[in-house]
């Protein structure tokens, strides 16, 4: 009798309408995620509404997940969501006194509690825990679309893809209102952002600049899906390449030099993508109609705007501070060994190791590599966990490209967006925003396991 209900609570939650309230959930939080999330810092109510806004969909993704077993075959990436998760929830314990005393790192806070007539308190191993605390929150909205989004259809995915980049469109046209109108007016969404230029929904336009170039490979994957003879009729076609268009064209307005350097890559996969696209699909049609218009693209921008982007690459002091200053970031790595100074605390300890020289009006309040930030803030636990993830994303993009079905085409262009995120974190922090751990998340799920074209019929559910 107990297996009788088990298995119908099972049928109940794979059937239609189980998968479309996931559908629906996962959509309403990718919309939320983008409106609302789009600052790392200075935004606590509107980082709280994404957060909350996730937790339907992570209690529903994680219920239908333990019925339908559709955590099977997926042990590895699941372990490895834990381990993130475990590792702030980790560094919040309180320890006992001698033992924290003995901590690397912890001298001067041993001094300042001495000086303060403090004793020895029992302390996490964070020396920011309400910073701690905070990253442990904000693991929810994208854990909550990790989790939902790797047990969608295929079908389900795609138009999820689509929507982040009806989105994405949506946040050039907010971008063109704030460059005609005054700064600090309704649509300048941050009191702290780059002011002058196209933001849409962020406060970073370097994060503006990531978020158009991962689904430049999602617009090049939709073409695939047009049969051949209908390729220059087909809207999917049309609007693809015109979301092409305006990404380039939206960079060059961006002026982000991260944004403007990974472009070549993030078209470079575009086009390989499409060149190893199913022999059924459109390939040589769909190569020669994206390149010429990313030609077209890159040619307007060099005509109208190429000395803004020149003039970005000129030495100034708040753009190449941040490679003068990751030596004294490294130190300070070193400093709090093996454990880090826990997730949140980076602006603390980088500023008992910062140099004068280094001190300016520009506040340093992250790396600029978040490689190197989280080694200072989980120590060798957490580059143990990057190392982990790094060889899972390798295994999952090989398979992802040595796939020939129809459905691998969006869990290569995840792959190529996943490594333009990593490569971009290699000089800012795009996963500290919202929008960007969300989508991140999404893609890791596109990677995570092959998916069926659409919905199972009810008898595979049996």
């Known amino acids: 009798m107990a297996g009788q209900v088990h298995n119908d609570d099972a049928r109940a939650i794979d059937a239609p309408a189980g998968r479309s309230g996931l559908f629906v959930w996962a959509i309403l939080l990718l919309v939320v995620s983008v409106v609302f999330g789009g600052a790392s810092r200075e935004n606590p109510l509107r980082l709280a509404l994404v957060e909350v806004a996730s937790l339907p969909l992570l209690g529903l993704a994680l219920r ?16 490895l969501l834990a381990v993130a998760v475990a590792i702030p929830l980790a560094q919040l314990i309180p320890l006992p006194p ?40 904000a693991l929810a909205p994208p854990a909550a679309m990790f989790l939902a989004a790797v047990q969608l259809s295929a079908d389900e995915a795609r138009r999820m893809a689509g929507a982040w980049m009806a989105l994405a469109v949506v946040g050039l046209g907010l971008g063109i209102a704030q460059l005609i109108t005054p700064q600090g007016g309704p649509a300048w969404l941050y009191a702290t952002t780059n002011y002058g230029s196209l933001v849409g929904f962020f406060a970073n336009r370097n994060h503006e600049a990531a978020f158009l170039l991962v689904l ?79 030609a077209a693209a890159i040619g307007a921008v060099a005509l109208f705007g190429l000395a803004p982007i020149v003039q970005r690459f000129a030495p100034q002091a708040d753009a190449y501070s941040r490679f003068e200053a990751w030596p004294f970031v490294e130190k300070a790595a070193t400093a709090y060994l093996p454990f880090g100074a826990g997730l949140g605390a980076f602006d603390r300890v980088y500023r008992a190791v910062e140099p004068l020289k280094l001190v300016t009006p520009i506040y340093f309040n992250h790396a600029h590599n978040d490689w190197l930030e989280i080694w200072v803030e989980t120590g060798w636990i957490g580059a ?55 989508f991140f998340a999404f893609c890791c799920a596109l990677l995570a396991a092959p998916r069926a074209a659409g919905p199972r019929p009810a008898a595979a559910a049996r």
Do not use: C, K
Not at 258 to 282: D, H, M, N, Y
């Open 216 to 294: 430049i490979p999602f617009a090049a994957s939709f073409t695939l899906a047009v049969r051949a003879r209908d390729f220059f009729a087909h809207p999917s076609a049309w609007l693809s390449g015109l979301f092409v268009l305006l990404a380039i064209v939206g960079l060059g307005v961006v002026r982000s030099r991260a944004g403007v350097l990974l472009a070549a890559p993030a078209i470079a996969g575009s086009l390989a993508l499409v060149l190893t696209g199913p022999r059924s699909a459109p390939r040589w049609r769909t190569l020669g109609g994206l390149g010429a218009v990313a």
């Open 64 to 79: 239908r997940m333990a019925v339908s077993g559709a955590w099977r075959g997926r042990i590895w990436v699941l372990a």
């Open 98 to 137: 001698d033992l924290w005393a003995r901590l690397p790192g912890r001298s001067l806070a041993r001094a300042a509690l001495d000086a303060a007539g403090a004793g020895r308190p029992w302390l996490p191993l964070s020396l920011a825990p309400q910073e701690t605390l905070g990253a442990v929150l």
């Open 384 to 438: 143990a966990a990057l190392a982990v993830f790094l060889a899972w994303f390798l295994v999952a993009a090989w398979r992802a490209w040595a796939r020939r079905d129809p459905g691998g085409q969006l869990a290569r262009a995840a792959s190529i967006a996943v490594f333009l995120l990593l490569a971009h974190s290699l000089v800012d922090y795009p996963l500290r925003t919202t929008t960007l751990s969300v």
